[in-house]
């Protein structure tokens, strides 16, 4: 029996019925922008002190001599965590002494923050840090909500292939994103941080399958576009629940797609549907102008056809030999770290000099031109360099933050955007370039290898930007650090560009310090890129 692709050749690569499809799925992302990002907001946390009950008899000077000073960023500051007894304070109002003059205020004894805290309302008017005390003994909880999401995500990539290889590519499309507004929606109901964070994870399960559904067609632009509306929102609605609220709604846009989006032939066809497949191939052809031929799929091959038995892989074999264990490795440990640096930047805006609803949208932004340059890189240029050059320059620039005077927040601020950039430019390419690594037995297994290690960079990111309370630029140093390093090592990465994809482990390029014979057994292609299917549809 013909194959898929040989089937549908008539409708051509770029129709309207395709374009049609290509931008519902693009439609269908925008959510996951601004709940992926969703816990810069949601978990932010505003300038606090400890709180003193009105009753604990201070007179006014006492007041506010009650928390004490110290060092934050080169400057004094009100403790956030600490404050001087209150019992030894009141003796003291009571006496008529003064703090500071009559009573040494560094030789007082301090408590913890009995009486809770009181919290700025500059940036938030209420968050989960605000609504549960997630502050001072607590403060690892904020990070944690965030990393559990992104847990989820790496669970909902485990389990979506399953089931949409089980009941189809569209069913488990909506699903996905019902689950995805269903428990945002619940959320907004939460009475505890571990309700919230319970449900963020499943909220995390429905994001990776809908994105990785429709990533095929390359729509990470408008996962740029859904993170630019998260700021926006948050800048007008400062109350967490109500900003949940307004999040969920625009999920409630997709139920019309159900009717729009078909599902996929190729499945189908794969489950013996061929009726099914060829009613939306003609439906493709009318929308396309295109006549199709009076049979797609001829009875007899139908019915002659038997499915062939495929070799299956299995996890061992990307590291079957030295060449690919090492590609593997150092394919790993580029996922890891470049999500990481990704992740890291994105939530770490609220940290950055400034408006940080401005930051955020400043970050969502410089995605759309690094995207587009990907393209461009991947297009003309050879994987390695183009690769190794943005990740480069996303690490340098942030290294180079802490030499950037007080004063000039401008810069500093600038300094993030274009290591942004860099990383993102990165981050996308790395989809395509690990197809073309991996022959064709184990290219699957290999892209959900190294997409599981960048599901456990992402997880590990909130944690780096939580370093920045004990030393503001120490996250920027680590990821500037490790991106630098990924970058030097990806030079010694096989090229991929100009060559055909693999088709078998001899054909597989060698790693540049392997080059003792051939770089590769297979035959130089032409300079054209390959075309490349990176997920299941």
């Known amino acids: 029996m013909r194959d898929y692709d040989a089937v549908t050749a008539f409708l051509g690569e770029w ?27 949601l978990a932010g946390t505003p300038e606090h002190r400890c709180a003193v009950p009105r009753g604990a008899n201070l007179s006014g000077e006492w007041l506010n001599a009650s928390i004490p000073l110290e060092l934050r960023d080169g400057r004094a500051a009100p403790s956030r965590c600490r404050r001087y007894r209150l019992a030894a304070l009141a003796n003291f109002s009571a006496l008529g002494l003064r703090p500071g003059s009559d009573v040494e205020l560094e030789a007082l004894e301090q408590e913890p923050c009995l009486d809770g805290w009181e919290y700025s309302r500059d940036v938030y008017r209420s968050t989960i840090v605000t609504e549960w005390n997630l502050v001072c003994e607590d403060d690892w909880k904020a990070p944690l909500t965030t990393s559990l999401f992104f847990v989820g995500v790496l669970i909902g990539s485990f389990i979506s292939g399953q089931l949409s290889d089980r009941f189809g590519r569209k069913s488990i499309l909506f699903l996905t994103m019902a689950v995805q507004t269903g428990f945002s929606f619940l959320q907004i109901f939460s009475t505890s941080w571990e309700m919230f964070t319970v449900l963020f994870l499943i909220v995390g399960m429905g994001q990776i399958s809908n994105y990785v559904v429709a990533f095929i067609l390359g729509v990470c632009i408008f996962f740029a576009f859904g993170y ?12 967490w629940r109500m900003l949940l609220l307004a999040l969920t709604v625009p999920g409630l846009f997709c139920i019309p797609l159900w009717w729009v989006i078909p599902e996929s032939p190729r499945w189908l066809i794969s489950q013996g549907r061929y009726k099914e497949a060829e009613v939306i191939i003609r439906k493709a052809a009318k929308i396309n102008g295109i006549p199709a031929p009076a049979v797609l799929f001829d009875t007899a091959e139908m019915q002659d056809s038997k499915p062939q038995q495929q070799q299956k892989a299995i996890l061992l074999d990307l590291f079957r030999t030295r060449n690919i264990a090492t590609i593997t490795i150092m394919s790993l440990l580029l996922w890891f770290f470049t999500s990481v640096g990704y992740f890291g930047l994105s939530l770490s805006t609220p940290d950055w000099h400034g408006d940080a609803y401005l930051n955020c949208f400043l970050s969502a932004v410089i995605e759309v031109p690094a995207y587009v340059i990907a393209w461009l890189l991947l297009r003309s240029l050879p994987r390695r360099y183009s690769l190794s050059a943005t990740l480069f320059l996303g690490g340098s620039v942030v290294l180079f933050i802490q030499l950037v005077p007080a004063d000039l927040n401008v810069l500093s601020v600038g300094l993030v955007m274009l290591g942004k950039f860099g990383i993102t ?25 190294t997409s599981t290690a960048s599901r456990l960079g992402s997880i590990l990111a909130p944690y780096f930007v939580y370093l920045g309370a004990y030393d503001r630029f120490l996250p920027y140093i680590l990821m500037g650090s490790l991106t630098v390093l990924i970058g030097i090592l990806t030079l010694f990465l096989p090229e991929s560009y100009g060559n055909p994809l693999p088709e078998s482990f001899e054909q597989m390029l060698k790693v540049k310090c392997f080059r003792n014979g051939q770089e590769t057994t297979g035959v130089r292609s032409s300079k054209e890129s390959p075309k490349i299917l990176i997920t299941r549809l």
């Open 228 to 239: 630019m509306l998260l700021p926006l929102f948050a800048y007008f609605i400062r109350d």
């Open 425 to 449: 430019a990165a981050f996308s390419m790395l989809y395509v370039y690990n197809v073309e690594l991996y022959p064709t037995l184990v290219r699957n297994m290999a892209v959900g290898a």
């Open 15 to 41: 129709g309207r019925f395709q374009r049609l499809v290509f931008f519902l799925l693009s439609a269908s992302i925008i959510p996951n922008g601004f709940n992926g990002m969703s816990a810069v907001f």
